[in-house]
C-alpha cells in the first residue's frame, strides 16, 4: 500500500532554478493538497485540488505553480527557486472535497534546499 | 485568520506516565480538529478527528477531547511508551478548504 508517493525526496536548488516536485496517490482520492513546513512556522497550505483539471491558491501560493495531471497526480513546480523556498514540502489526499472534514493522509515529504 | 498554539512545546516524560497535549484555537466557529502525529523525517499521520458536534474520540491509549466554547482540545495519552516519541500537530478546520496547524509539541518518552 503506497498512499501518497513524493519525488525527490531530497533536492539542492541554486538560486534562480526550476524544478517539480511530483505527487502522486493510488487510493482512488478526489482532493489532493501541497503543504510547505517550515521551523517555527507549522504547516502551510501552498495550493489544493478538488478535482481533475482543478486548482486553487491557498495560504502561501506566491512562487509556486500547480498542476493536477490527471486523479492520481498532483505536482508542484518552482519556477525560480528562492532560499525563502527552502523548505520540506508534503503532499496530501483526501477522499472528499478539501472542507477540512476528511482524513488527510500525507506523504513522507520532499527536503528542499535553495542556496 | 484562525490561530493554532499548542502547549507545551516540548515534553519529556518517563515510560509508563499519563500525558496531556495541549491545543488553543481562537476562532470557535470550526468544522472539525485533527491531530496528527509526524514522526522524524516522516510524513503526519492521523491519529483522531473529532468534528465539531463531538466532545471527544477515542483510539486505544489516546483520547482527545474537544471543548469549542473555549477553543481548546487535549491530546491524553494512557501509559505512555518510548514508540510515543514523536511530534504532536493539532490542527483545525475552519474555513472550508483549509486546515490550520499549530506548530507542534515534541514529545520524548524515556525508558
Known amino acids: 500500500n503506497a498512499g501518497v508517493t513524493q519525488t525527490p525526496k531530497f533536492q539542492v536548488l541554486k538560486t534562480g532554478q526550476s524544478m517539480t516536485l511530483q505527487c502522486a496517490q493510488d487510493?482512488?482520492?478526489?482532493?489532493m493538497y501541497w503543504y510547505r513546513q517550515d521551523p517555527g512556522m507549522g504547516l502551510r497550505l501552498i495550493y489544493y485540488?478538488?478535482?481533475?483539471?482543478?486548482?486553487d491558491k491557498g495560504e502561501v501560493p506566491n512562487g509556486y505553480n500547480v498542476s493536477r495531471l490527471n486523479k492520481r497526480e498532483f505536482s508542484l513546480r518552482l519556477e525560480s527557486a528562492a532560499p525563502s523556498q527552502t523548505s520540506v514540502y508534503f503532499c496530501?489526499?483526501?477522499?472528499?472535497?478539501?472542507?477540512?472534514?476528511?482524513?488527510?493522509?500525507f506523504g513522507a515529504g520532499s527536503r528542499l534546499t535553495v542556496l | 485568520k484562525q490561530e493554532v498554539t499548542q502547549i507545551p512545546a516540548a515534553l519529556s516524560v518517563p515510560e509508563g506516565e499519563n500525558l496531556v497535549l495541549n491545543c488553543s484555537f481562537t476562532?470557535?466557529?470550526?468544522?472539525?480538529l485533527q491531530w496528527f502525529r509526524q514522526d522524524p523525517g516522516k510524513g503526519l499521520t492521523s491519529l483522531l478527528l473529532?468534528?465539531?458536534?463531538?466532545r471527544e474520540q477515542t483510539s486505544g491509549r489516546l483520547n482527545a477531547s474537544l471543548d469549542k466554547s473555549s477553543g481548546r482540545s487535549t491530546l491524553y495519552i494512557a501509559a505512555s511508551q518510548p514508540g510515543d516519541s514523536a511530534t504532536y500537530l493539532c490542527?483545525?478546520?475552519?474555513?472550508?478548504?483549509?486546515?490550520?496547524f499549530g506548530k507542534g509539541t515534541s514529545l520524548l518518552v524515556t525508558p
Open positions: 496530501a489526499s483526501s477522499e472528499g472535497p478539501p472542507s477540512g472534514a476528511n482524513v488527510l493522509t
Open positions: 490542527a483545525v478546520s475552519s474555513s472550508g478548504y483549509a486546515l490550520n
Open positions: 485540488s478538488a478535482s481533475e483539471g482543478t486548482t
Open positions: 473529532i468534528q465539531s458536534s463531538q
Open positions: 487510493m482512488n482520492h478526489n482532493s
Open positions: 476562532d470557535s466557529a470550526i468544522y472539525n
